[in-house]
């Protein structure tokens, strides 16, 4: 079967820019409830482990924990006041 160049693996692909999603506002209630959604994960994870007293379950939960809490911190790198976001908007459409 043959595909064109746009079915995956074709130049077309490999020169496509990575997405960017702009968050202008967050309300704490949604802050609140992503960092309530980390504990209950580390506390889930762990938990598990604890109570079928396998200490390998548990480093596994700390250490897939530490590494959302990891990615999640990277993420904030990533916040824009309104006039950034609209400066890094204007900078992505002129590079079309």
Do not use: Y
């Not at 702009?22 to 506390?43: N, P, Q």
């Not at 889930?44 to 596994?60: E, K, N, P, T, Y």
Request: glycine share 8%; with cysteine.
């Amino acid at each position: 079967m043959l595909r064109s160049e746009n079915e995956g693996g074709g130049p077309e692909t490999a020169k496509a820019k990575p997405q960017q999603v702009i968050i202008i506002h967050e309300t704490v209630v949604k802050a609140w409830l992503r960092d309530a959604s980390t504990f209950a994960l580390f506390f889930s994870l762990i938990g598990i482990g604890v109570l079928l007293q396998s200490v390998a379950l548990q480093w596994v939960g700390a250490i897939i924990g530490f590494i959302v809490v990891g990615t999640r911190a990277s993420m904030i790198r990533r916040c824009f006041t309104i006039p950034d976001a609209r400066k890094r908007l204007d900078e992505l459409e002129a590079s079309l």
